[in-house]
């Protein structure tokens, strides 16, 4: 099983940014999938998660209204387009398999991140 995440980079304040990422080694449209983002010297940040086959989602408060999660099973892939963002959304973002996943790496199946840096 792996997720490989991509799209990540270095934007102004209100700017946009597109994350991609990409499953494998399982049957992605069987799962509920989900973005987690570490800042520096914080812990891992619950963004949002979408359920398989229903596409509902579900945003934390400090990122609802700015970003949207959206999936393509056909080609296995994740996203999360992140709109007007501001310079605390810098972070890791990883992308999690499950619903509201635990908060820590070594629970379940995470990637390895694609880092974002938001500045002023």
């Known amino acids: 099983i792996r997720l490989v995440e991509s799209g990540g980079g270095e934007v102004q304040s209100g700017g946009s940014i597109r994350l991609s990422c990409v499953g494998s080694?399982?049957?992605?449209?069987?799962?509920?999938m989900s973005w987690v983002r570490q800042a520096p010297g914080k812990g891992p940040e619950w963004v949002t998660s979408?359920?398989?086959?229903?596409?509902?989602?579900m945003y934390s408060d400090s990122v609802k209204g700015r970003f949207t999660v959206s999936r393509d099973d056909t080609i296995q892939t994740l996203y999360l387009q992140m709109d007007n963002l501001k310079p605390e959304d810098t972070a890791l973002y990883s992308c999690?398999?499950?619903?509201?996943?635990?908060?820590?790496?070594?629970?379940?199946?995470w990637g390895p991140g694609t880092q974002v840096t938001v500045s002023l």
């Open positions: 999690v398999r499950g619903f509201r996943p635990a908060l820590r790496r070594d629970v379940g199946y």
């Open positions: 080694g399982f049957t992605f449209s069987d799962y509920d």
């Open positions: 979408i359920v398989r086959g229903t596409n509902f989602t």
